[in-house]
C-alpha cells in the first residue's frame, strides 16, 4: 500500500524521467478534482510567467483498489523491523496477532469524512431539492445518447490506444459508453433501498488517463502549436462533504459570472462531469441554475 501510494506520488517524475528529459515536476491528489486542479495550476503557471509551457494530465484506476492489511499487523510488522529485537522478542509479537486481524482491508471508493459512496450522496441530493427519478433518467438518457452520438461522429480523435500490460489486449475506444434505451433505463432498480440513483445514472467504476499541453499565446507562435482552446478564468469552490458533496459546479459558475465578470453566454458548450445524473440535473437545471445565470440547458453536456 505505502508505496503504491509513493509510486503515485511521483508518477509526473516518473513520466518525465522515462523519457530522459528532467524538468520541475509535482503530483496534486486531490481524488477526482485531481486533474482539473492539475489544469488549473498548470494555468497559473503560465499566467505567472513561471513557465511558458506546461505537460498537465491525470490518471486513475479503479480496477485494481489496494487491497490493506489491518492496523495491528500493519504496526506489528513495523515493530519487527527494530534489529535490536531478538527473535524470540518478533515470535512474541506475533502471536499476539489473531486470525480475525489478518482479514483484508479493500478500500473502498467512498468520500473520506462521511464514508459515504456517490451513490448515497446522489440520493440524498436527489430527496432534499425534490429531483424524481424520472428527471434522473431523462438527463441521464441524453447524456448516453449525446454521447455514443459523439463516438460514432468521430469526436473523440483524441482517444490514444493503450496495450494491457498483461494481457496485452488493445483498448481503443472509450469502455464507458454504454447503449441505453429510455425503457431499460426506467425498468432498473435503484442502487440503494428507497434510493432514485441507478446504474444507469451513475458512473461506473472505470480506469483512465489524460493529457493537456497548455502554452502561453507566445510560445504557441514560437513553436507554431495550433490550440484546441483558450482557457478562461478558472474557479473552485469548497463544499460541504455532508450536504453538498460535488455541488462546487453550482457555485463555481456563478463565482465565473458575477465575480469574475465571464460571460457565458459566449461558450460554445458547457460540459459537466458529475458522478450521479441527481447532480448534474441539479447544477444545470434551468430552474434551479440556468435561468439565474442566462445559460441555455441545450448547451450544455455531461
Known amino acids: 500500500w505505502y508505496q503504491r501510494r509513493v509510486r503515485e506520488a511521483v508518477v509526473s517524475t516518473q513520466s518525465t524521467g522515462n523519457s530522459g528529459v528532467y524538468v520541475p515536476s509535482h503530483s496534486l491528489s486531490m481524488a477526482c478534482i485531481s486533474g482539473q486542479a492539475a489544469l488549473a495550476k498548470g494555468v497559473e503557471m503560465i499566467n505567472s510567467d513561471y513557465a511558458e509551457i506546461v505537460l498537465v494530465?491525470?490518471?486513475?484506476?479503479?480496477?485494481?483498489?489496494?487491497?490493506?492489511?489491518?492496523?495491528?499487523?500493519?504496526?506489528?510488522?513495523?515493530?519487527?523491523?527494530?534489529?535490536?529485537?531478538?527473535?524470540?522478542?518478533?515470535?512474541?509479537?506475533?502471536?499476539?496477532?489473531?486470525?480475525?486481524?489478518?482479514?483484508?482491508?479493500?478500500?473502498?471508493?467512498?468520500?473520506?469524512?462521511?464514508?459515504?459512496?456517490?451513490?448515497?450522496?446522489?440520493?440524498?441530493?436527489?430527496?432534499?431539492?425534490?429531483?424524481?427519478?424520472?428527471?434522473?433518467?431523462?438527463?441521464?438518457?441524453?447524456?448516453?445518447?449525446?454521447?455514443?452520438?459523439?463516438?460514432?461522429?468521430?469526436?473523440?480523435?483524441f482517444v490514444c490506444s493503450v496495450q494491457h500490460s498483461d494481457t496485452n489486449d488493445t483498448?481503443?475506444?472509450?469502455?464507458?459508453?454504454?447503449?441505453?434505451?429510455?425503457?431499460?433505463?426506467?425498468?432498473?432498480?435503484?442502487?440503494?433501498?428507497?434510493?432514485?440513483?441507478?446504474?444507469?445514472?451513475?458512473?461506473?467504476?472505470?480506469?483512465?488517463?489524460?493529457?493537456?499541453?497548455?502554452?502561453?499565446?507566445?510560445?504557441?507562435?514560437?513553436?507554431?502549436?495550433?490550440?484546441?482552446?483558450?482557457?478562461?478564468?478558472?474557479?473552485?469552490?469548497?463544499?460541504?462533504?455532508r450536504t453538498d458533496l460535488l455541488l462546487g459546479t453550482t457555485h463555481s459558475l456563478a463565482r465565473l459570472k458575477l465575480e469574475k465578470g465571464v460571460d457565458l453566454e459566449k461558450a460554445d458548450v458547457l460540459e459537466f462531469y458529475e458522478a450521479s445524473e441527481a447532480r448534474f440535473y441539479l447544477n444545470s437545471q434551468p430552474c434551479k441554475v440556468l435561468n439565474t445565470l442566462k445559460m441555455s440547458s441545450a448547451r450544455t453536456l455531461v
Request: aromatic content about 6%.
Open 57 to 157: 494530465g491525470g490518471v486513475e484506476y479503479l480496477s485494481d483498489l489496494p487491497v490493506l492489511v489491518n492496523e495491528k499487523v500493519r504496526k506489528t510488522f513495523l515493530k519487527m523491523k527494530n534489529s535490536d529485537m531478538s527473535k524470540k522478542q518478533k515470535l512474541s509479537l506475533l502471536s499476539k496477532i489473531r486470525p480475525r486481524d489478518v482479514a483484508p482491508d479493500v478500500l473502498k471508493v467512498v468520500e473520506f469524512q462521511t464514508k459515504e459512496t456517490f451513490v448515497h450522496n446522489g440520493d440524498k441530493i436527489a430527496a432534499r431539492f425534490g429531483i424524481s427519478r424520472w428527471d434522473q433518467d431523462e438527463y441521464g438518457y441524453r447524456s448516453h445518447r449525446l454521447s455514443n452520438q459523439a463516438a460514432a461522429g468521430g469526436k473523440f480523435p
Open 171 to 241: 483498448v481503443s475506444t472509450d469502455g464507458t459508453l454504454r447503449r441505453w434505451t429510455r425503457e431499460k433505463m426506467s425498468k432498473r432498480r435503484p442502487v440503494l433501498r428507497g434510493g432514485t440513483v441507478t446504474v444507469a445514472t451513475a458512473n461506473q467504476p472505470c480506469d483512465g488517463a489524460a493529457v493537456c499541453l497548455l502554452a502561453s499565446e507566445r510560445a504557441a507562435e514560437r513553436f507554431n502549436l495550433s490550440p484546441r482552446a483558450e482557457l478562461s478564468p478558472v474557479s473552485f469552490a469548497a463544499c460541504s462533504p
